[in-house]
């Protein structure tokens, strides 16, 4: 295991996302991926699974709360 393997590259801290008028789609949400890391989204239909995802491909960026990458690395 190497030092990149325990770093964590990409993380969001207290993100929401609320679409017009007042649609609360996304709240509160934490969550940090080390490198290398395969994540899968599960969720009902309208839960925020493709809100979530265009957040973190960085579509979306009309969200509430700090998304942060590490320098040097990509997603997708």
Request: net charge positive.
């Amino acid at each position: 295991m190497s030092a990149d393997d325990k770093k964590i590259i990409f993380s969001l801290v207290g993100v929401g996302r609320v679409h017009p008028p007042k649609k609360q789609v996304l709240k509160d949400i934490y969550l940090s991926f080390y490198y290398g890391a395969k994540i899968g989204v599960l969720g009902l239909n309208g839960s925020g699974k493709s809100t979530l995802l265009r957040i973190i491909a960085g579509i979306d960026t009309g969200y509430l709360g700090e998304v942060t990458m590490s320098k040097g690395y990509t997603v997708g």
